[in-house]
């Protein structure tokens, strides 16, 4: 065998360009020259050929003259690749480790270097190195599965990749009592938990979590990630909650801004790539991940401009967790272009989802997936009206968007309208915020938006804040003050309420009004009070209010919220027996027997500031139940 020492390394500088040669160190004069990329090797033939197979076609079929010259320009792994190849060559030591691995392997493939040429060769030794000490390493399998991406298709070619996806698929889905923390989570315990354990070696000892590893893979590039995700969910160990929070992980990790509804990369196809992939990944079992978590996965497929069918997935899975929602979480932003702030469609679509869940027709596939997905469920009165509180919040948001049309309102409203729910508070107050931020609109557009509340259903506090709304028609204020007086009178075990005729014609559905019949039915119905009614009204409110409510609700502080719930309604009561001012405005701006509805869960203002000061008790209320 040759001396061999080192391959010694000389630079020479020529202008901007470095011509590196590598020499080897022997008694005997070099014999061939191999030139990787800008990098020339000064060997021996002898050792080169006597374990390449590669180097031999080469120096067989090259140019008599340049017989001892030789050019390998597309080596997997370039330079550093081949001069492992050579160091072994000349039976000196190699290092290898899981970061110069699969170059060595490749490299080694490319030049031939197989049992057939020589027994233990380096091909041989590389593949002993793998199975023994990278594949049953953690830490090793996922960095050699990280440096397979530079020659990706050789390694795949070799099973390199393969071995390494199983490898960690596999330590993934072992019993957490037989694992020791992975190099994420591999810290020292402080002196005082060590105690005098001499077997402790400093290592923290605590329970492992079922998703330890989730972290470590977030170093993945996302092909290889989908490989590994899709090997653990097919050995059916893991649960579907544990592969949730897996993907759950590498969308924080993976995409900038995911957690604010932007994209902070400049690569959008990536960005989208790695979107459709995390939605393709979803387990199919429901509550594998959170209905937020899909939210935001819709917004940044939205964003990315994901494909329909990806978005339908997500829609489809929101729809069924949609009474897990929060507000902030059902706010999509509308496409950059659009008029509207919000996209209200997509959430209609959401709706629509959710509301199928009761249909009792089958859902007939050949695909048992799409079968599972879409098999109807009966939904429980509790998420219904979770849904219809939500939906109710998420109306009154988007009602501060001026450019929002009536009918987009209108149509997410009727869908949840077949949904009971006790009070019709949250309603209420969308509707007020919808008058608000759109007072140019029709007579009859706030006919068709008033229609959607009932004023029955609305809690005192609200009916206190709906008779001084300047927004909101006089008949609706009638209607509400009249329901409350029939309240109050079922309460009080009254037959029937004190009131005038017009009131209990209006109750009864009839069209009684004192105007002539030539008046357009429209105005008659969308008639606002006059600034002196108006006026006339919340005084007496407000002496009502401030003679018995507030004041001996201070003086009272222990009272219950019902004692409280029977002063107001007493208020209302008194309220209406002043029969001369709403037999003025009855007669004044007549009556069509529409009903009319309102819902508001949240706290309620008062309808201009000029209110507040003319009635200090109101700044007292805060919100409703």
């Known amino acids: 065998m040759l001396p061999y020492c080192v391959l010694e390394r000389s630079i020479d500088c020529n202008g901007d360009k470095f011509d590196k040669h590598l020499y080897v160190a022997s008694e005997l004069a070099t014999d061939i020259t191999v030139t990787v990329g800008d990098v020339k090797f000064y060997l021996h033939k002898f050792p080169l050929l006597s374990k390449s197979a590669c180097l031999q076609k080469l120096v067989a079929s090259g140019n008599e003259e340049n017989s001892d010259e030789v050019q390998i320009s597309d080596i997997p792994g370039g330079p550093a690749a081949f001069e492992i190849c050579a160091k072994f060559c000349y039976s000196m030591i190699v290092t290898l480790n899981a970061y110069n691995v699969v170059a060595a392997r490749c490299a080694a493939e490319y030049l031939g270097m197989h049992e057939t040429i020589e027994k233990g060769n380096l091909i041989y030794k590389i593949d002993v190195f793998l199975n023994a000490s990278i594949f049953r ?163 940044a497929a939205i964003i990315a401009d994901s494909g329909e069918m990806a978005r339908e997935q997500l829609v489809r899975r929101i729809g069924h967790q949609l009474e897990e ?32 869940q009761d249909q009792n027709a089958e859902f007939e596939s050949e695909e048992n997936e799409v079968q599972e997905i879409r098999r109807p469920r009966i939904l429980t009165d509790t998420s219904k009206l979770m849904v219809a509180k939500l939906i109710d919040a998420y109306l009154a948001e988007i009602a501060k968007d001026p450019n929002l049309p009536l009918s987009k309102f209108v149509d997410l409203a009727e869908m949840v309208s077949c949904i009971s729910r006790p009070a019709h508070d949250g309603l209420y107050r969308a509707i007020d ?17 008033c229609k959607l509340m009932d004023c029955k259903k609305l809690s005192v506090d609200a009916c206190m804040h709906a008779v001084q709304n300047e927004r909101l028609p006089m008949r609706v204020i009638v209607q509400v003050l009249f329901f409350e007086q029939v309240r109050s009178a079922a309460l009080s075990g009254s037959s029937s309420p004190d ?13 009684g009004s004192s105007r002539s019949a030539a008046t357009n039915p429209e105005e008659d119905w969308d008639a606002l009070a006059t600034a002196e009614e108006l006026k006339a009204l919340k005084g007496e409110l407000a002496s009502l209010r401030l003679g018995n409510g507030v004041e001996g609700s201070e003086r009272n502080g222990g009272d219950s919220r019902n004692s409280i719930d029977k002063a107001a309604i007493s208020k209302m009561k008194g309220l209406l027996k002043s029969k001369r001012i709403f037999t003025k405005i009855w007669s004044s701006k007549g009556a069509q027997g529409e009903n009319c509805g309102s819902d508001s869960s949240e706290s309620l203002g008062p309808a201009n500031p000029e209110e507040a000061k003319s009635t200090p008790s109101r700044n007292r209320r805060h919100s409703v139940s």
């Open 137 to 299: 390493s953690w830490k090793d399998s996922i960095i050699v599965l990280q440096t397979t991406k530079s020659m990706l298709s050789l390694s795949e070619e070799l099973k390199v990749v393969s071995f390494c996806i199983d490898s960690i698929a596999t330590k993934a889905c072992i019993d957490v009592s037989k694992v020791d923390w992975s190099y994420t989570y591999n810290q020292r315990k402080l002196p005082d938990e060590n105690g005098n354990d001499p077997n402790c070696n400093g290592v923290r000892s605590r329970p492992v979590p079922k998703d330890w590893w989730v972290e470590d893979l977030c170093e993945l590039e996302i092909d290889l990630y989908k490989c590994v995700i899709m090997n653990i969910k097919t050995k059916g160990i893991l649960s579907h909650e544990v592969i949730g929070e897996a993907l759950k992980a590498y969308s924080y990790r993976r995409l900038p801004g995911f957690s604010k509804g932007v994209i902070h990369s400049r690569d959008v196809l990536k960005y989208r790539s790695t979107v459709d992939t995390i939605v393709w990944l979803l387990p199919a079992e429901k509550g594998s991940v959170s209905c937020s978590f899909l939210l935001k996965l819709l917004k």
């Open 325 to 356: 929602a929060s507000l902030n979480d059902l706010l999509i932003r509308a496409v950059e272009g659009e008029d509207v702030m919000y996209d209200v469609d997509m959430v209609q679509k959401i709706v629509k989802e959710f509301l199928m």
């Open 433 to 449: 915020m919808y008058l608000k931020e759109h007072q140019g609109i029709s007579k009859s557009e706030k006919k068709r938006l």
């Open 499 to 511: 009131l005038p005729k017009g009131l209990k014609d209006l109750n009864s559905g009839s069209h």
